[in-house]
């Protein structure tokens, strides 16, 4: 990895400071140093001006006296630190105090540097400068490695695309010249195996270019929200029993239950994608021989709740967003277990968010459930319109 300094982590335009010191005599004197060094210099006579100023300006480096009235600089200091665009700000301590002991407790309050009361000014510009440099040169280590990672996500996503499409185009292309073999020779022993075989891997391969055109729709902004009467035979209860059909070597016990007298209006066939999806989430992580629940009840006129639940495994509440990010299944690397690109819950909670309702991951008592909230509305509705 390249550490020497390039023309990134070269400053373009004056650096910026913040000076925070409640001596406005040292303030005005440290300000005139730093400006005629080629600092933009902007300063504040207490902590409380000090951490609105570093919250607006986002300054290249802070220098902070530590006894003022609250907050004091550790005060500050522990402030800025907790918030994400100031926390990584250089910091600089100054203070008249000159025990080790106070030096230590500046230091491990998170401060890059304390210097004391009287300073040398060639000193304190010395000491800042060599702070930014190393400020530089982490930051610009921090980028290599994010595009080192970024590069590495690409690559999976670009590996793992091919081998999702090849996959069932191969299965689909074999199947159908043995079934052609079979028709010729007259045997026919294998010809329904081998044709189930083929709409199976067809109907995998459907599913993802389906949701290839679904993320670019999300992403252009335009995913279809009007909503129609739903045929839920052939837009819920094929779709998934399609989906169904890939895990019969699990002998899943699957169980589907649709609410007498449901009505819904939605999006037919992005709906029926993201119903698909989450059955397709629970038949894979389902070990083999589990059992499944699909509930489809009403919600209001026209919308419905769809719960799709698994004696998978168990998603802990703090990875239950985690699992919502496009591609993670991807970032599990060349040995996950699933296969998969990731897009199938990031989907399916787009698709019902566009409508105004949700997809979250509720408790269990068995495995793992997945919830969607479609809200009511009429038929021929979207959001943009006023219910009337």
């Known amino acids: 990895m390249n550490t020497k300094l390039n023309d990134k982590t070269r400053p373009t335009k004056k650096r910026k400071m913040l000076l925070v010191d409640d001596e406005i005599k040292l303030l005005l004197g440290l300000k005139a140093i730093m400006t005629r060094e080629g600092y933009e210099v902007i300063s504040a006579h207490n902590g409380t001006d000090g ?34 665009h100031t926390a990584s700000i250089p910091f600089i301590f100054l203070t008249a105090r000159t025990l080790e ?23 304190l510009i010395a000491r800042v400068d060599s702070l930014l440099r190393r400020s530089d040169i982490t930051r610009q280590l921090a980028m290599d490695e994010m595009e080192e990672k970024i590069d590495l996500v690409r690559h999976s996503i670009s ?16 199947s159908l010249d043995m079934a052609i073999r079979e028709k010729f020779t007259g045997k026919n022993t294998d010809l329904d195996w081998y044709l189930e075989n083929s709409l199976s891997s067809a109907h995998k391969l459907s599913m993802l270019v389906n949701d290839l055109i679904l993320l670019n729709s999300i992403d252009q ?35 589907i239950f649709i609410e007498e007298g449901i009505v819904l209006n939605a999006p037919e066939f992005e709906f029926a994608h993201a119903a698909s999806h989450l059955v397709d989430n ?24 769809l719960s799709v639940e698994n004696e998978g495994s168990f998603i802990p509440a703090d990875l239950r967003e985690k699992v919502f990010e496009r591609y993670y299944q991807v970032y599990q690397g060349d040995n996950r277990l699933y296969g998969g690109l990731g897009l199938g819950l990031t989907i399916a909670r787009a698709v019902a968010e566009a409508a105004g309702g949700s997809v979250k991951i509720v408790d269990s008592r068995v495995g793992c459930k997945v919830r969607m909230i479609y809200p009511p509305a009429p038929a021929n509705w979207h959001p943009t319109q006023e219910k009337t």
């Open 51 to 84: 951490i609105r100023l570093a919250r607006e300006h986002l300054p290249d480096i802070i220098i902070c006296d530590v006894m003022m009235p609250a907050p004091n600089g550790f005060e500050v200091k522990r402030i800025l630190s907790s918030e994400l």
């Open 101 to 123: 002991a106070d030096k230590i407790a500046g230091l491990k309050q998170g401060a890059d540097d304390y210097i004391t009361k009287p300073f040398n000014a060639d000193e």
């Open 159 to 174: 590996t793992n695309l091919g081998h999702e499409l090849r996959t069932p185009l191969a299965i689909i292309l074999a």
């Open 221 to 255: 902004n335009n995913l279809s929200t009007f909503r129609r009467r739903v045929d839920l035979e052939f837009n819920f209860r094929e779709p998934i029993q399609n989906v169904i059909s890939r895990y019969t070597q699990k002998k899943l016990n699957i169980q």
């Open 282 to 305: 629970a038949c894979k992580f389902s070990p083999d021989g589990a059992s499944i629940s699909i509930q489809l009840q009403k919600n209001g006129d026209g919308g419905c709740i």
